[in-house]
């Protein structure tokens, strides 16, 4: 990779502070769920910081997403590891649960008076607005990574989750249990495919 790794990102100078500071500022700005982080998170570390490639940053949602517990959470875990190992985790973690935890402290303190505020209500409608925009923004990207692969198998693996779970209602679980199967064993069709082909260019 051209890419810096994780072992020489941690003696890049000032890194463990921009990790953090990054994740804070992304978690301060975030509205709308786990979602949304994905492509501020994206822009960061793999447009501008360039110290995750797409495919990376694909790879590391995946895992987030099907993890236990909040997706921004997770990715955050992954994505601090990634980069600067457990201390990085640790540091992105951090920097992503301290802006909610203490804006929803201060916001308890005074809920019941705003709760039927209609302007309250209001921005909560124009902001659900724009969170549905970014998320759209989350699936193109993530779609589009499937489809630059060029095989027929993931989009329709795609679109087949897609159709288990909107329309009949099949628990979520199960499909990311059976796509996670689907892949590992493409995976691994793909590796004896790839030895049989070399094995047969030294026979002949």
């Known amino acids: 990779m051209a890419l810096l790794g994780g072992e020489r990102l941690k003696r890049e100078k000032g890194v ?45 949602v995946a895992i987030a997403e ?29 920097g992503t649960v301290l802006p909610p935890l203490v804006i929803i402290s201060v916001i308890s303190g005074f809920y019941g008076a705003v709760r039927d505020n209609a302007i309250v209500n209001t921005a909560m409608a124009g902001m659900l607005a724009g969170v549905a925009a970014v998320i759209c ?25 897609f159709i288990a779970v909107r329309f009949l209602n099949v628990n979520i679980i199960a499909v990311i249990l059976v796509c996670a199967a689907v892949g590992a064993a493409d995976t691994v069709f793909r590796r004896h495919r790839g030895q049989f082909h070399r094995k047969a260019v030294k026979r002949l």
């Open 137 to 161: 923004d989350v699936v193109l990207t993530m779609g589009a990574g499937v489809l630059r692969q060029k095989r027929l198998l993931y989009p329709a693996v795609m679109v087949l989750s």
């Open 16 to 60: 463990y502070g921009k990790l953090f500071f990054s994740t804070l500022k992304l978690s301060a700005g975030t509205f709308g769920g786990g979602f949304v982080i994905v492509p501020l998170m994206r822009e960061k570390f793999v447009n501008e910081l360039h110290w995750i490639d797409e495919q990376e940053m694909l790879d590391l």
């Open 66 to 94: 099907s993890s236990p517990g909040a997706i921004a959470v997770n990715a955050s875990i992954l994505v601090g590891y990634h980069v600067a190992g457990c201390l990085g985790a640790l540091l992105a973690v951090l």
